[in-house]
């Protein structure tokens, strides 16, 4: 059983960084595609960026372009997204996501992912 479990959400003053985490569980996914997607209150769900099994090929949501970068480690159990200069459009639930093991590439329709975590709260406010 895939298990996928956020962590390093809080609150921040727009301008600063935080630097989220998914550990993953039951599995290493080194073949499946990885994601990270958003949903702020009343909106609905939204990529922001994504990685291809190794971790070589990422893609972003235009508005995270140069701010935001997705990671993986070595051995496939844990993804980062590194988000700096933040704003406070940026306050959503964020989510990690992972396609099933099957090489697929990383793509930005949330019902192409099969496995999602819990999410953890990113509020940037001053």
């Known amino acids: 059983q895939v298990q996928l479990v956020e962590s390093g959400g809080g609150l921040v003053q727009p301008g600063d960084s935080l630097r989220l985490s998914c550990a993953v569980s039951?599995?290493?996914?080194?073949?499946?595609?990885m994601g990270w997607f958003r949903q702020a209150p009343g909106k609905e769900r939204q990529f922001v960026a994504g990685a291809s099994p190794s971790g070589r090929t990422t893609v972003y949501e235009d508005s995270v372009k140069g701010r935001f970068t997705i990671s993986r480690d070595n051995t496939k159990t844990t993804m980062s997204l590194q988000m700096n200069s933040l704003k406070p459009e940026d306050t959503a639930i964020y989510y990690c996501?992972?396609?099933?093991?099957?090489?697929?590439?990383?793509?930005?329709?949330?019902?192409?992912?099969?496995?999602w975590g819990q999410g953890t709260q990113v509020t940037v406010s001053s």
């Open positions: 996501a992972a396609r099933r093991p099957q090489g697929l590439a990383p793509t930005r329709r949330d019902w192409e992912y099969d496995f």
């Open positions: 039951g599995s290493t996914l080194s073949d499946s595609a």
